[in-house]
């Protein structure tokens, strides 16, 4: 059993509630356990439930209509009706409610005592924190991104781009006429068989001039001979 809040002006001088319970032998009552509550340790917990820094808390005695804990600037409202704040009931019977401007979400439970928790959190700082996740999350994801567009380029570089220009260098040498020049690209995929196969190329090539030259030689000889 929870008495209406009162002002204790005997001893503590303080606003209060008590608790009471039954104690019973059997089905007879033999006795009542009292605990006295300062309303005053209710509002510093209260005050540590609420989730943002601009979040209200309200905590509030239901059956006799009172104000037992606010976190909002309207503190003197404590002890007073719920209808000392004048959202208060709307937001009893709503997710979203706006006050002085800015909306804010509701989360509320009555107690079975009757007392009531009402939580209002400002939307604004609620998504904003998830907005700020959310762009975190995107710039990692962009950076993450840029990091593995930056490795493949590197390893076309590393893989494909030099390669090519060292095929291309050794090719135009040959073109040149330079055919005792070497590939040098000891690789085991396609770039690496195909500096195999400008080697074995230009090997032939030289065996040919060399072949070739040898019959111009010949001819001459047997030219020189004949005449």
């Not at 404590?78 to 019977?93: D, F, I, T």
Request: proline residues 2%; hydrophobic residues 45%; negative net charge.
């Amino acid at each position: 059993v929870w008495t209406d809040p009162y002002y204790d002006g005997t001893g503590t001088y303080a606003f209060m509630t008590t608790v009471g319970c039954g104690i019973y032998s059997g089905n007879s009552l033999i006795g009542m356990s009292t605990v006295d509550w300062e309303l005053s340790a209710i509002a510093e917990s209260v005050g540590t439930i609420c989730p943002t820094e601009h979040s209200l808390a309200l905590f509030a005695d239901m059956t006799g209509d009172t104000i037992l804990a606010y976190t909002g600037r309207e503190a003197q409202v404590v002890g007073q009706s719920l209808g000392a704040l004048e959202w208060a009931p709307e937001a009893l019977h709503t997710s979203r409610i706006v006050i002085s401007g800015e909306t804010y979400l509701t989360f509320s439970d009555t107690l079975s005592n009757g007392m009531l928790i009402l939580i209002l959190v400002p939307e604004a700082e609620l998504f904003g924190d998830i907005t700020r996740t959310q762009l975190m999350t995107v710039l990692a994801m962009v950076l993450a991104g840029i990091l593995i567009v930056a490795g493949i380029i590197l390893m076309l570089n590393r893989f494909v781009s030099r390669p090519i220009a060292h095929l291309a260098k050794k090719a135009e040498a040959i073109g040149a006429g330079n055919l005792d020049i070497q590939m040098d690209l000891a690789t085991r995929d396609e770039f690496g068989q195909l500096a195999d196969s400008f080697d074995r190329m230009t090997c032939d090539l030289r065996q040919y001039i060399e072949h070739l030259g040898q019959v111009m030689v010949e001819k001459e000889r047997i030219g020189t001979e004949l005449n």
